[in-house]
């Protein structure tokens, strides 16, 4: 174990050392909002510590939002999910879905900067998320299972969320009227991320942003740049992986597995 | 209180009998889907019922899903959420989003219809709530409140989702590996409807969607044509208002008023 756990150090520190492939996935409107200005300053800082940065600029690209059949070309599959994996097979998905899978198979880590817009990611990175993550390539469907929940095609990458909120953080912790922030991206960092076998990081959450004053951007520019150096180091959330005894066959969690008082998505994070 | 029960059961009825709006919001790129088929089954219903239906079917009308400024008009507002506001104060809102907003005035009750992709809406639907409910329409910022959560401009209108998961229910039951699928559906039915002041009726889930026989299909027509003719008699999930006095200055809920053992979303449900 002793061994083990130097071994995983010296591979993190090279990781480091020679630098991540970083992918940054950013949605917002405006180039001048706060998102975008926070997702300029991550990208400079990843860059200055030697990591190598490709950035979808999913406003910047027109991107699609709407996953359609025109994504797939000349399949026959009636069902709509099936159908994206016979094309992902087939090699038949639209360009623009193939050149993101590639990024992200490309990526040690991916961030995604967005403005939270009623209580989840803007329709165009749903978007993302819709197409990108097709049948076959990141989820099995139809009898054929595939890994998933810390296991997957993007099993070894690390991911975190930057997030914008408008509302003030109280009403967003464990008793605010809005949900606690952590349930709210429970779907997005459980039930995409780490569904796809991703590291889900603690996400970097920014309250209170509208007519955000130039001081208290100077905290959180600076609070940014230190997350984003810490990025090949952090954490991850210890949500429990499919595979490893806590659920039994029906994907139900082990009674007694849990922590005490726990309930709701919160089962699913280990002590 | 007697006199108000019994006035309150006499609208009711006065709604029940003369018929209600019905908006119908559908999300699905395959008219023959699961999903399509469940709509047109409702819509069957509610019309047989008296109802007045109007369907709103996103594919069909090439909804466009990605927020902009192109929305707008225009607007001098540099913040995009203020400006959206700015725009619908204006009438400067592009038309597609007024003839929404408009439908959902004209509606006594709303249903939305589209399957669970990646544990939320698909795209296009998000991008009908986040082009549609405008800032100083459906919501306040930047100092300017507007009631919510209970109460706002859609207050007195009745919501309800029907959702195709292509997984299993123990998946998605209280100790489910995907989370609880009210917990799952909570940002949308609280942050979304509640927010906007509709009640919310208890969702409509099928499970386990992925080649659907026919018998289990008439099944589940079966029950959402029952599910439909109880729409006006539903009782509403009991979310508690922001303004009943549960909630204090911060917007946390009072300690006590809990549920004994109640935490998380779970909180802002009263018994």
Sequence with gaps: MAEYLFLRTLL?????????????????PKPDSLTGALKDVAVRQLRADGHEVRITDLYAMGWKAAADTDDFGPV???????ASG??????????????????????????????LWWFGMPA???GWVDRVLTCDFAYGAGGKALPRYGAGVLAGRRAMLVVSVGGKQPSYSDRGINGPVDDLLFP??????????????PPFVVHDTIRLGAERFDDVAHELRRRMSELPELEPIRYRPQGGGDYDRSLRLVPGREERGASGFALHVAS
Tied chains: 1, 2.
């Design 124 to 126: 165009i990175m749903k």
């Design 188 to 201: 997005i960092h459980h039930g995409i991320l780490y569904y796809t076998g991703m590291d889900v990081l």
């Design 86 to 115: 016979v094309a992902y097979r087939a090699g038949t998905l639209s360009p623009d879905i193939r050149a993101e899978q590639e990024k992200l198979l490309w990526a040690d880590a991916v961030v995604l900067h967005f403005p």
């Design 12 to 28: 993190r520190r090279d990781v480091t050392k020679a630098g991540m492939n970083v992918l940054v996935v950013y949605a917002h």
């Design 76 to 82: 026959a599959e009636p069902n709509f999910m099936l």
